[in-house]
Structure formats: structure tokens, C-alpha cells
């Protein structure tokens, strides 16, 4: 039991109902300027007071009202500490002795950050994982598309960096998704961020987050940024080629060391983070005309993957559209349908054109439950539909 007591991290001072102390653990001593071991074994808390060693003092106070005290604790103590002095109680129900344990205030209040930090970081991360939905499901009709897949499902086993190419709607968020998703990190948090979506002088205050009293502006309590939030997961960097020049350094350096530090910050964290970004810029080219730095791209383009517009995809474009449909009905309760049936039995995926998945919803409230059907504005496709109710038929091209 001694070793056991002489293990706790800080003090522990025991007293009787009358004040004469009977047990005290050796960081007493060393917590207490002139205070020897001889005469602590022969005083009294009392006197202790008395000739200043500790005040104010707890365990007075709960031998006066028989009730749990804390309190900081002063006197000629070497560093400040928190002190929580306990009542025990015999068979009677009678107060019989009174033990305070200390612990150095910087201790405590180390203890308080990281556990608010914990706090904040779960609730950021829950508000970013209520955004993203988890029924991801993905077209491959075409040859093209699923040679993606096939590729992105074994970069996904690895955790090496990878880069998305291609045009704006092409489904590069989809594809960030389904790396994750077939990752081994597919368990632990997944954080988009559209690195075009916030002003360069905010950048720095989001990914990094920031210290309380770091600018005029700032949370009173500080921020954690997106990299420490995404810690042991998945970071998607979406339009990285916007990402501001001074701040390309400091990713390199996540990227090499998985150093993070906050603004207003002098500590640096260190986070274990996958990082797949994606732009539908030519990065060789921004390197070329000094836009980007060329250290960053060659730590970003370990794994390029171009994807293919939705042009270059036709088969993907009717399960596209039937897909789309189909995610309107389900949200609006509807039971809307096209003007014509596919030739082949299709399974509703998720898609990967922003212009289809924009456009099936604007247009599907035209159209009314079979057998009844209205012209309609449909995503621009080689589909042939009627044009009026005496069947005549148009061809709308892509």
C-alpha cells in the first residue's frame, strides 16, 4: 500500500480529527519549501498554518463542516496547487480523519485543455460527419469507369498521397469518398474541404486552427483546424491548385512530418493523416509559372489519377439520370418517371456528373406519374423522348 501511495503523481497529507497529521507521501516534502520529514511526523495541521506553510488550508475547513473541500492551495508551497481534501467517516458516522490530495495547477489545467480539446474536436467532427452522406453508392456502365474503380481500389489499400484530375462535375468528390471507403482508415473520420471556399486570409485559420486571443475576430476559446480534427483519418483537399502560396510550405510540411501548428501557437503537433486532393488545374503547368511549388507537387503526385468527363462516358449518362430521379422521389415522396424505358435493367447508383445531378431535379417536377407524360427539360443527352402527346420524338444531343 506505501508504494502504492508514494506512486500518486501528486501530494497526499492525511490528518485525525484533531489536526495531528498521520500520513503524508513524500511529494509533501518536496512540494514545501523548509518543511523537514522529522517535524511533520511530530506536528499538527494547526500549527503547520500557523507558522505558514499552507494557506489557506482545506482540510480545516472540512474538519469544520464535515464536507468535501477544494480549493488552491498557498502558503510556502514551491509551485501553486489544486487541493481536494476528502472526509472520511468511522462506523458512527463520526468524522475521524481527513486526507488531501494536491496536484500541481499546471498539471490540472493541462488536463482541462486536452480534455476540451477532445470535446471541441468531437463535436467539429460530428457537424462534418452529419454533411456527408454514407450511402454512397457509384456508376460504372462504361469501360472507362470501371477501370477507375479497379485502379482507385488498389491505391485505396495503400496510404500513399493521391491526386484526383479533372474537370469541374466529373465526380471527383465521389471518387475521394470511395478511396475512403475502401481504405483501412474507412473506420475513423473522413473531412472534405474545398480549399476554393475560403478567403486566403482565412486558409491558414482553418486547416491549422488557431489559439484563443490569436487575432480580433477569434473564438474565445480557439479553434482546432481541419488537419488536427482529421487526425487518424481522411483529409480530402478539394481544389488544392487554390491553395495560397505561403501556405503550401506549411502543408509540405504535414505532408513530410505530419507537423501541425496553430496560429498563436508555440507547441507542434503531430497528426497521422491520409491526404487526397484533388484540382482541375494542370499542377505541372502552375509549377512551370512558379504558381505552386514544385517540392509540394511531387509530395502530392505520388498517385495521379485523371478522370474522364461524362462526354467521353456516354454509358454512364442514362443510370445517371435514372439515378438522379430516383434520389428526388425518395426525398420529395414522388413518383415521378422518364418518357422512356432503358433497354437494359439499370441499378440506381450515385453519380458522378455535378451538371446531371443539378439538372434531373430542376426539370423532374415537370414531368407526372406514368402512364400521363409532359414534355421535359432533361439533362442533355443522346435520349430520344416525346415531344408531344401525338408522339412525335426529338433527339437531344450532347
Not at 496547487?81 to 500541481?104: C, H, K, N, R
Not at 491526404?275 to 509549377?287: G, Q
Amino acid at each position: 500500500m506505501e508504494k502504492i501511495l508514494e506512486s500518486y503523481y501528486g501530494t497526499i497529507l492525511a490528518i485525525d480529527k484533531d489536526g495531528k497529521v498521520v500520513y503524508f507521501n513524500s511529494n509533501v516534502l518536496i512540494s514545501t519549501k523548509d518543511l523537514t520529514r522529522e517535524y511533520l511526523q511530530e506536528t499538527t495541521l494547526y500549527e503547520l498554518v500557523k507558522q505558514g506553510y499552507y494557506s489557506p488550508s482545506p482540510s480545516l475547513e472540512v474538519l469544520r463542516t464535515k464536507q468535501q473541500v477544494t480549493m488552491q492551495l498557498g502558503g510556502r508551497v514551491m509551485l501553486p496547487l489544486i487541493t481536494t481534501s476528502v472526509p472520511i467517516m468511522d462506523e458512527d458516522g463520526e468524522l475521524e480523519y481527513v486526507t488531501a490530495f494536491s496536484q500541481d495547477m499546471a498539471f490540472v489545467n493541462d488536463v482541462i485543455k486536452k480534455a476540451d480539446f477532445e470535446h471541441l474536436k468531437s463535436v467539429q467532427i460530428m457537424r462534418y460527419a452529419n454533411e456527408i452522406s454514407d450511402n454512397m453508392e457509384y456508376v460504372a456502365e462504361s469501360e472507362k469507369t470501371k477501370s477507375i474503380f479497379c485502379y482507385l481500389k488498389n491505391a485505396a489499400a495503400s496510404d500513399s498521397t493521391i491526386v484526383l484530375y479533372g474537370e469541374s462535375g466529373t465526380g471527383k468528390e465521389v471518387m475521394a469518398k470511395y478511396i475512403y471507403m475502401n481504405s483501412k482508415r474507412k473506420d475513423e473520420v473522413y473531412i472534405p474541404v474545398n480549399c476554393a471556399a475560403f478567403p486566403p486570409e482565412l486558409m491558414e485559420s482553418e486547416l491549422f486552427g488557431y489559439e484563443k486571443g490569436s487575432f480580433t475576430g477569434a473564438n474565445r476559446d480557439g479553434k482546432i483546424g481541419l488537419f488536427q480534427m482529421a487526425d487518424g483519418g481522411t483529409i480530402f483537399l478539394d481544389e488544392v491548385s487554390e491553395l495560397p502560396f505561403s501556405l503550401q510550405s506549411k502543408l509540405l510540411r504535414v505532408l513530410e512530418n505530419g507537423e501541425v501548428k496553430r496560429i498563436g501557437g508555440n507547441k507542434i503537433e503531430t497528426v497521422n493523416i491520409r491526404i487526397i486532393a484533388a484540382t482541375n488545374r494542370d499542377l505541372l503547368e502552375m509549377v512551370n509559372k512558379k504558381q505552386f511549388r514544385e517540392d509540394l507537387y511531387y509530395r502530392l503526385n505520388v498517385i495521379p489519377v485523371t478522370i474522364p468527363p461524362i462526354r467521353e462516358r456516354r454509358e454512364d449518362i442514362l443510370p445517371l439520370c435514372y439515378t438522379f430521379l430516383n434520389i428526388y422521389n425518395q426525398k420529395n415522396g414522388s413518383r415521378k418517371s422518364f418518357p422512356w424505358k432503358p433497354s437494359r435493367p439499370l441499378k440506381p447508383m450515385t453519380g458522378l456528373a455535378t451538371s446531371a445531378r443539378s439538372e434531373i431535379p430542376s426539370s423532374a417536377f415537370m414531368l407526372r406519374p406514368p402512364p400521363t407524360y409532359y414534355p421535359c427539360k432533361i439533362f442533355r443527352a443522346c435520349l430520344y423522348m416525346p415531344r408531344t402527346s401525338r408522339g412525335r420524338w426529338s433527339k437531344l444531343c450532347l
